[in-house]
């Protein structure tokens, strides 16, 4: 991680990074990673709370580590947390950052869920369901432009989205196990090709 931000942070700020995680949460269909590009927005670009490095190491070290994929948020709040006073708002950060991320979603999902069960077989369920595909396809092609144009890449570093690419028709296509092809970009990386 990179240094930690000195912020000051009243009680709106902690008000304001709960409520634009209620809102994000509704927001998530695919998972709470389709979301990481206006998370950068409101976190780095508008609000300032952290900086690019320390958003991208956290989805890294979230992505990386065994457990559920919504854990980056946890750490974006944890940082955001530490920057704003250390330890004991890393925790509230967390807590506030988690309980926007998963309340709504939750609440959503559990009544549709039982909804759809119940009328599984209407047609506008399962056009509903054939039509979310092309939307989470789409938000997560956004988190990776987001996070790959964080690092300073550009449409003119070829090495950079063709490794994006071809990792993405790796994932498509086969059942490789995605800490393989992280640890290979990060050998990619270590070497200096990309």
Do not use: C
């Amino acid at each position: 991680m990179t240094e930690p931000l000195t912020l000051v942070f009243g009680l709106h700020d902690w008000i304001n990074l709960f409520l634009h995680y209620l809102t994000l949460s509704l927001l998530s269909v695919g998972g709470a990673i389709t979301t990481a590009p206006d998370m950068h927005r409101f976190l780095v670009d508008q609000q300032h709370w952290l900086t690019d490095a320390q958003f991208n190491a956290s989805i890294a070290i979230a992505q990386a580590a065994p457990g559920p994929n919504v854990l980056f948020v946890a750490l974006l709040g944890w940082n955001v947390g530490l920057n704003a006073g250390g330890m004991l708002t890393g925790l509230l950060g967390v807590v506030l950052a988690l309980a926007g991320i998963l309340i709504p979603s939750t609440v959503l999902t559990y009544a549709a869920a039982q909804w759809g069960q119940r009328n599984r077989d209407l047609p506008a369920v399962r056009a509903f369901k054939q039509g979310m595909a092309p939307i989470v396809v789409a938000l997560l092609i956004a988190t990776g432009w987001i996070l790959a144009s964080a690092n300073g890449s550009s449409l003119t570093d070829w090495p950079v989205w063709l490794v994006t690419v071809v990792t993405a028709v790796i994932v498509w296509r086969t059942r490789t196990h995605l800490l393989w092809l992280l640890g290979a970009g990060a050998l990619l990386g270590w070497y200096g090709w990309i």
